[in-house]
T-cell receptor
Framework: DTAVSQTPKYLVTQMGNDKSIKCEQNLGHDTMYWYKQDSKKFLKIMFS???????INETVPNRFSPKSPDKAHLNLHINSLELGDSAVYFCASSQEFSRGRFFGPGTRLTVL | DQQVKQNSPSLSVQEGRISILNCDYTNSMFDYFLWYKKYPAEGPTFLISISSIKDKNEDGRFTVFLNKSAKHLSLHIVPSQPGDSAVYFCAAQQNRDDKIIFGKGTRLHILP
């Protein structure tokens, strides 16, 4: 019974393509996040949504567009993929203003 | 700029001994600190946390110590077990801000 799930687990694609990563949480949490772990292993927040509303948008290129159809889902769409987008992307969720985060298993994106 | 630093990329400890993972931070406004544990191909999982009003928090084999004057915290695991082999991320948060700043992680190897 996975709490935070992401699909796909691996994604290999060519530069210039558009791709989406899906995330779902069954914990009833109000807030969902996308994090990027780059080659230097830093986990950096990209976006945060609370009840389908965008709360945090770090300095992420416009090519990245999160979409939250409901509070249990936060999908990440990436347009015109670039080599530098290669990373592991983690979805996470938490109760509003809660300190802890529940992370998904990650999606390893490789852009060729 | 690294606000949360884990200067040891890896650490090897004999099973049964104490593992000490260190973390330094630069932002004196951080008021909450967390440790996450990550196994390969999985997302980080929350382990233990400490508020800045405390200097120690213990949970079973895990104890986190906070030295605010030195802007330093450490995670002690005793006794270390094989299942503790993982990457440990130190993280910090400010004023219930939704952003959690992560360190780069320390890979802990527990030796038989």
């Amino acid at each position: 019974d996975t709490a935070v799930s992401q699909t796909p687990k691996y994604l290999v694609t060519q530069m210039g393509n558009d791709k989406s990563i899906k995330c779902e949480q069954n914990l009833g949490h109000d807030t969902m996040y996308w994090y990027k772990q780059d080659s230097k292993k830093f986990l950096k927040i990209m976006f945060s949504y609370n009840n389908k509303e965008l709360i945090i948008n770090e300095t992420v290129p416009n090519r990245f567009s999160p979409k939250s159809p409901d509070k249990a889902h936060l999908n990440l769409h990436i347009n015109s993929l670039e080599l530098g987008d290669s990373a592991v992307y983690f979805c996470a969720s938490s109760q509003e203003f809660s300190r802890g985060r529940f992370f998904g298993p990650g999606t390893r994106l490789t852009v060729l | 700029d690294q606000q949360v630093k884990q200067n040891s990329p890896s650490l090897s400890v004999q099973e049964g001994r104490i593992s000490i993972l260190n973390c330094d931070y630069t932002n004196s406004m951080f008021d909450y600190f967390l440790w996450y544990k990550k196994y390969p191909a999985e997302g980080p999982t929350f382990l233990i946390s400490i508020s800045s009003i405390k200097d120690k928090n213990e949970d079973g084999r895990f104890t986190v110590f906070l030295n605010k004057s030195a802007k330093h915290l450490s995670l002690h695991i005793v006794p270390s077990q094989p299942g503790d082999s993982a990457v440990y991320f130190c993280a910090a948060q400010q004023n219930r801000d939704d952003k959690i700043i992560f360190g780069k992680g320390t890979r802990l190897h527990i030796l038989p």
